[in-house]
């Protein structure tokens, strides 16, 4: 059975740095595409980034202050988060698709980890 745990997620002011760990088992990792989503309070959960085998993807909104990376041999999808806002406020979710190719769209994952908080002070 495939499972996603994702950690690293907490409480920072704004301007700090997060890393977020996704730990994949049961996934032929290496070739599926992994992707990070978001849900803040009260709103739909929203693509933040996404990487196949080498290609990485960032919606607009954390371009520049995020990056995903991915360690293979660790089967583990990281996601370091820098110049932290308090809209990047929410619960952060990791993503496996039994795909080569990543994608922005939720509906284009297969597993789904259960998340992680992440809260940015002001």
């Known amino acids: 059975q495939v499972q996603l745990v994702e950690s690293g997620g907490g409480l920072v002011q704004a301007g700090g740095s997060l890393r977020l760990s996704c730990a994949a088992s049961?996934?032929?990792?290496?070739?599926?595409?992994m992707g990070w989503f978001r849900r803040a309070p009260g709103k739909e959960r929203e693509f933040v980034a996404a990487?196949?085998?080498?290609?990485?993807s960032y919606a607009d909104s954390v371009k520049g202050r995020f990056t995903i990376s991915r360690d293979n041999a660790k089967n583990t999808v990281y996601l370091q988060m820098n110049s932290l806002k308090p809209e990047d406020t929410a619960v952060y979710y990791c993503?496996?698709?039994?795909?080569?190719?990543?994608?922005?769209?939720?509906?284009?994952?297969?597993?789904w980890g259960q998340g992680t908080q992440v809260t940015v002070s002001s």
């Open positions: 990487i196949s085998r080498i290609i990485t």
């Open positions: 993503a496996g698709r039994l795909s080569y190719g990543s994608s922005p769209y939720e509906y284009n994952y297969d597993y």
């Open positions: 049961a996934l032929t990792f290496s070739r599926s595409a």
